[in-house]
């Protein structure tokens, strides 16, 4: 996995900032999307409680770049979520599963 781009926020916590050029219609296809990337977002999440170990929570934010036009609203184009620390380890079981079954499936 390679970030799209890790941001400081103001209160010093790195964010994860992953961007998109898909198509968007709708605010429907735009959640369908973001749940479609959910589990990138979260993989993103566990690499960087790696890189960052005491921060306690991880912002992760979809950018939508077709939707993002001059004095827009965020929630027009961001699509944004927290991953806290102590919800780490528990993703980390999850993505190891999820590496399982694509490793069993592959073999």
Same mark, same amino acid.
């Given at each position: 996995? #390679?970030?799209?781009?890790? #941001? ?14 898909? =198509? %968007? ?8 999307? !973001? ?5 990138? *977002?979260?993989?993103? /999440?566990?690499? /960087? ?7 306690d929570e991880f912002i992760? $934010?979809?950018?939508f770049t077709r939707k993002?036009? &001059? ?6 184009? %961001? $699509?944004? !979520? &927290? %991953?806290?620390?102590?919800? %780490?380890?528990? *993703?980390?079981s999850q993505m190891y599963? =999820? ?5 069993? !499936?592959?073999?």
């Amino acid at each position: 996995a #390679v970030f799209d781009c890790l #941001v400081k926020n103001d209160k010093g916590e790195v964010e994860v900032w992953d961007w998109k050029t898909n =198509h %968007i219609g709708d605010k429907k296809s735009m959640e369908l999307l !973001f749940d479609k990337y959910k589990t990138q *977002l979260e993989m993103y /999440a566990l690499f /960087a409680s790696y890189l960052y170990p005491n921060q306690d929570e991880f912002i992760l $934010r979809l950018l939508f770049t077709r939707k993002a036009a &001059v004095n827009c609203n965020d929630e027009e184009w %961001i $699509r944004s !979520f &927290v %991953i806290k620390k102590d919800e %780490i380890p528990l *993703l980390r079981s999850q993505m190891y599963s =999820h590496y399982k079954e694509i490793k069993s !499936f592959l073999a």
